[in-house]
Nanobody, 117 residues
Framework: QVRLVESGGGLVQAGGSLKLSCKTS???????????MDWYRQAPGKQRELVAT???????NYADSVKGRFTISRDNAKRAAYLQMNALKPEDTALYYC????????WGQGTQVTVSS
């Protein structure tokens, strides 16, 4: 069974940093590294939005709102992905989810990030 488990969220003051982790299970290695991975977030009352993507060659893309502050990475051997978040702002407050594009309908529980002003 494919599972994605996010962790690393918490309460931080504006300007602070957090590193989110996404550990997967039930995915064979060739499938894991054969697809891009994403981080999404959903704030209360808002739609889920794409924050960052890393493809199979390590090429990354970011939403304009986080560009220059967030860094997505992946460790294929560990079947994991990460999101380093720096210079956090109150508007970054949301539930953060990782996503594997091959298993597009699978989502974890998310990890809550709360940034106080």
């Amino acid at each position: 069974q494919v599972r994605l488990v996010e962790s690393g969220g918490g309460l931080v003051q504006a300007g602070g940093s957090l590193k989110l982790s996404c550990k997967t299970s039930g995915i064979i290695l060739s499938v894991f590294w054969g697809s891009a991975m994403d981080w999404y977030r959903q704030a209360p009352g808002k739609q889920r939005e794409l924050v960052a993507t890393i493809d199979t060659d390590g090429v990354t893309n970011y939403a304009d709102s986080v560009k220059g502050r967030f860094t997505i990475s992946r460790d294929n051997a560990k079947r994991a992905a990460y999101l380093q978040m720096n210079a956090l702002k109150p508007e970054d407050t949301a539930l953060y989810y990782c996503h594997h594009q091959f298993y597009s309908d699978r989502w974890g529980q998310g990890t809550q990030v709360t940034v106080s002003s």
